[in-house]
């Protein structure tokens, strides 16, 4: 168990519809990344946060928002929903006030179906 | 932009036996992290082993070592007394203190009874 967990584990839902991933850092944890994995792919950098502020973004689409929150949880948004937005989103966390740095944790991962 | 390659998309070893799954990266940064990461089917993304790039030493976890080259940017992992439970896609990473970690495209372990 990383300490990072993500709900729902799994999600089905209609082409257009609206879906929020939640993500819990490991306790203590100030940063929090959020990863895209389509079927067969690597993984895609999408957004960090860091104690609230956004800090790096990578190929998030505009349809996908994410942010921190004061308790450190992270939420990541989805809209407009297509078929291709299918695959299963990581959240990971790091950077914790005290203790081994520079190291990221994974969740088990949120499995979006979109039919 | 940092870039990591995994050059061996299947690798298959024999149970019992010892396999090295290859990993190199391209930057030009001094302070740097390495991870191997595994994923077997139910899709966790597990945190295997990890480097510092200013520790000449090479990191080790029970069954699993790396090789660590820095000079010719390489980073290695060997798995020793491969068991079945080794079988996963591995993936090579690369961390930048704040910063995104970048993934190889990965190497699918398979093991053989």
């Known amino acids: 168990d990383s300490g990072v967990t993500q709900t729902p584990k799994h999600l089905i839902t209609a082409t257009g519809q609206r879906v929020t991933l939640r993500c819990s850092p490991r306790s203590g944890d100030l940063s929090v990344y959020w990863y895209q994995q389509s079927l067969d792919q690597g993984l895609q950098f999408l957004i960090q946060y860091y104690n609230g502020e956004e800090r790096a973004k990578g190929n998030i689409l505009e349809r996908f928002s994410a942010q921190q929150f004061p308790d450190l949880h992270s939420e990541l948004n989805l809209s407009s929903l297509e078929l291709g937005d299918s695959a299963l989103y990581f959240c990971a966390s790091s950077e914790p006030e005290r203790g081994v740095r520079n190291t990221i944790y994974f969740g088990e991962g949120s499995w979006l179906t979109v039919v | 932009a940092q870039t990591v390659t995994q050059s061996q998309p299947e690798m298959s070893v024999q149970e019992a036996e010892t396999v090295t799954l290859s990993c190199t990266y391209d930057?030009?940064?001094?302070?740097?992290?390495l991870f191997w990461y595994k994923q077997p089917p139910s899709r966790q993304m597990i945190l295997v082993i990890r480097q510092e790039a200013y520790k000449q030493q090479n990191a080790t976890e029970n069954r699993f070592s790396v090789n660590f080259q820095k000079a010719a940017k390489s980073f290695s992992l060997k798995i020793s007394d491969s068991q079945l439970g080794d079988a996963a896609m591995y993936f090579c990473a690369y961390l930048e203190p704040g910063e995104k970690l970048t993934f190889g495209t990965g190497t699918r372990l398979t093991i053989i009874p």
């Open positions: 930057t030009s940064e001094s302070d740097y992290y």
